[in-house]
Nanobody
Framework: VQLQASGGGSVQPGGSLRLSCVAS????????IGWFHQVPGKEREGVSC????????DCPDSAKGRFTISTDNAKNTVFLHLNSLKPEDTAVYYC????????????????WGPGTQVTVSS
């Protein structure tokens, strides 16, 4: 089982990025998905989580609608679209998956990607 995140980088305030997380080694469609971010010295926080059961979106929406989660099931890939980025969005972003949705929402998912750095500065 492996998750590989990519797409991070440096961007100016107001810019956009698309993060990708490719899953391998398990049946992708059976897994609920979440994106989290972590700033050094602070706890990891949920950004957006999606349930495979009913498609509902959860996790604290600290980005207030600026970030959108989507999936490409044919490519075993989940995306996080980051729009209108702010300096406070600077963090390492992680994807996470589990067959149990509450585990994803609570940050206790079984599988985690290694993280990708997003830096927002002028």
């Amino acid at each position: 089982v492996q998750l590989q995140a990519s797409g991070g980088g440096s961007v100016q305030p107001g810019g956009s990025l698309r993060l990708s997380c490719v899953a391998s080694g398990f049946t992708f469609n059976n897994y609920n998905i979440g994106w989290f971010h972590q700033v050094p010295g602070k706890e990891r926080e949920g950004v957006s989580c999606i349930s495979r059961g009913d498609g509902s979106i959860d996790c604290p929406d600290s980005a207030k609608g600026r970030f959108t989660i989507s999936t490409d099931n044919a490519k075993n890939t989940v995306f996080l679209h980051l729009n209108s980025l702010k300096p406070e969005d600077t963090a390492v972003y992680y994807c996470a998956m589990d067959t149990v949705f509450w585990k994803v929402v609570s940050g206790r998912a079984t599988y985690w990607g290694p993280g990708t750095q997003v830096t927002v500065s002028s």
